[in-house]
């Protein structure tokens, strides 16, 4: 059983930053490709980011390349997403995922994911 507990959402202006962290618990935290995601009101979750077991590989959503960046510390069982450069359209509650093992693809496609954390609201101001 792994339990994820996003952190670092507020409120930021347009053009700003953020860098939400998912800390994970148990002790496998390194067999596990770690992706995030965001949910808009009224629409579906999206792929934002994964980052494969030992962090040497990423994948991206299109529209938050260059703008984003996902890594990864397994010494601290935590999963970290930078974003720069926000547009009020990325409003959303951001969440973390956890698939064992898996592919960077399988998560952009939200397969094999087995744990999720409860979220975290990012809201940008216009």
């Known amino acids: 059983q792994v339990q994820l507990v996003e952190s670092g959402g507020g409120l930021v202006e347009a053009g700003g930053s953020l860098r939400l962290s998912c800390a994970a618990s148990g002790r496998t935290f390194s067999s596990y490709t770690m992706g995030w995601f965001r949910q808009a009101p009224g629409k579906e979750r999206e792929f934002v980011a994964a980052?494969?077991?030992?962090?040497?590989?990423?994948k991206y959503a299109d529209s938050v390349k260059g703008r984003f960046t996902i890594s990864r510390d397994n010494a601290k069982n935590t999963v970290y997403l930078q974003m720069n450069s926000l547009k009020p359209e990325e409003t959303a509650v951001y969440y973390c995922?956890?698939?064992?093992?898996?592919?960077?693809?399988?998560?952009?496609?939200?397969?094999?994911?087995?744990?999720w954390g409860q979220g975290t609201q990012v809201t940008v101001s216009s």
């Open positions: 995922a956890a698939a064992y093992g898996g592919t960077l693809t399988a998560m952009t496609m939200m397969r094999g994911i087995m744990y």
């Open positions: 980052i494969s077991l030992n962090g040497g590989s990423t």
